[in-house]
């Protein structure tokens, strides 16, 4: 390998990926990041169990989670609109946009088996 071809790091085997640096994905759907920066962070000993038994149940390794979990998208709720009710007059929240209202009739059917 010269100085100046690109090496890409899994585990701690390294190879020539060549000029080209895309993330791509390894067989077993970890991505693999052709420059390599190492961060190191401090966690309880509950905390470095919680992380790696949620790595090995979600099939991939401790890097992969945290870095799938570092750069998922959260995006913010939308704050709920007030509206007044055409029955009431009372202010209410209106439901999202993708959601059906709650009605009386739903209300209802949720409590007819309750005792």
């Known amino acids: ?3 100046t071809t690109p090496k890409t790091q899994v585990g701690s085997a390294f190879w ?7 993330l791509t994905r390894s067989p077993a759907g970890n991505t693999v990041l052709p420059a390599v ?6 966690v309880s000993e509950e ?6 038994s949620q790595a090995r149940k979600e ?4 890097s992969e989670f945290l ?11 939308r704050k709920p609109r007030r509206v007044r009710c055409k029955h009431t007059g009372a202010m209410i929240f209106s439901p999202p946009s993708n959601e059906m209202p709650l009605t009386t009739e739903i209300v209802r059917e949720m409590l007819s088996d309750f005792p």
């Open 37 to 42: 920066t190492t961060l190191t962070f401090k």
């Open 16 to 22: 020539e990926s060549g000029p080209k640096l895309n």
């Open 1 to 3: 390998m010269t100085a």
């Open 47 to 52: 905390e470095a169990r919680r992380i790696r």
């Open 59 to 62: 099939g991939v390794t401790v």
């Open 67 to 77: 870095r799938r979990r570092a750069t998922a998208v959260i995006t913010k709720p």
